[in-house]
């Protein structure tokens, strides 16, 4: 008897409370290095951007700016006068915009999608959902060529048409709506069936309030993918008018846009374009993990 109570409370312990605490005091300091070692660049890029240019460039890895100066700030927000600003605004309202057309798109196809494959019966559904699969399968890379071709044969090219149009679909976020709602009970949706409800009403009205997690989980992945796309955009798009905050950044950061190193300018930059992903992660990590977990694991 005491055998079992002692192994249920070894079970409900945390996997480093069995270790003595030396070992512990140990493993904990590892992880807080660790932390601090992942944190270090994060924090590097935020000194700088308020270091002036020299500064920048004789003490690169310095956490306190000599000469605190919100200069690099003022350019990227049109603020500077002696020097001119960059064009940051634009492309984040160019990626702002794209990225919420596009997230709103995935969501709405993905699930739509995903409900279809789970649970209507039709013929060529096996074969479909394969294809999807061998689209994960394939590196964007190898599809550049072909996507440049096409939008330039349909006169998408250089549009927010072409760039928005192509990535309104994705096979990942069918994959995961599809998993987690062969994870949601039948009787459920038979039950709304038997009330009368057809399969418009039932997907809507049931199955997707049910599907919250998952939503989340891929909100999530279609912004972060979209606000960080790059390649897509690379062939898509030409003019300057059409610069994303990637796409800006890369010209930027080959020198297309003044001399010099300029790491204040160019990492207050990447530090601005990171916070909204961050922030959107940090807020709903809790779903994100919850809806990852449903759509990996089928019950």
Request: aromatic letters at 12%; one cysteine or more; glycine letters at 10%.
């Amino acid at each position: 008897m005491n055998l079992n109570a002692a192994a249920r409370q070894a079970q409900g312990r945390p996997v480093l409370g069995r270790f003595p605490l030396p070992l512990r005091l140990t493993g904990y300091a590892l992880v807080v290095a660790l932390g601090l070692l992942y944190l270090l660049p994060f924090v590097l890029q935020l000194a700088t951007g308020f270091k002036t240019d020299p500064d920048a460039a004789a003490h690169p890895l310095g956490l306190i700016p000599a000469t605190p100066t919100t200069a690099a700030y003022q350019r990227l927000f049109g603020l500077g006068k002696a020097e001119a600003g960059v064009p940051f605004l634009r492309w984040l309202g160019n990626s702002a915009f794209v990225t919420v057309v596009v997230t709103a798109g995935r969501v709405l196809f993905g699930s739509m999608a995903g409900y279809a494959l789970a649970r209507l019966r039709f013929p060529g559904r096996t074969l479909l959902f394969g294809f999807v699969l061998a689209v994960m399968a394939v590196p964007g890379v190898a599809l550049l060529i072909p996507k440049f071709l096409v939008l330039n044969t349909f006169g998408l090219f250089d549009t927010y048409t072409g760039m928005i149009l192509p990535l309104l679909v994705d096979a990942g976020c069918i994959f995961i709506m599809k998993q987690f709602f062969e994870c949601i009970p039948r009787e459920v949706e038979e039950a709304a069936r038997v009330d009368g409800a057809g399969v418009l009403r039932i997907f809507w009205s049931v199955v997707l309030p049910m599907a919250r997690p998952a939503l989340i989980t891929v909100t999530i992945l279609s912004f972060q993918g979209s606000w960080n796309e790059f390649t897509h955009f690379l062939v898509a798009t030409q003019s300057s008018q059409y610069e994303t905050l990637t796409t800006g950044l890369a010209r930027f950061v080959s020198g297309g846009l003044g001399g010099g190193t300029q790491y204040p300018l160019k990492l207050t930059a990447a530090l601005l374009s990171t916070l909204p992903v961050a922030a959107l992660f940090f807020c709903f990590q809790r779903h994100f993990v919850q809806g990852a977990n449903s759509g990996a694991v089928k019950e």
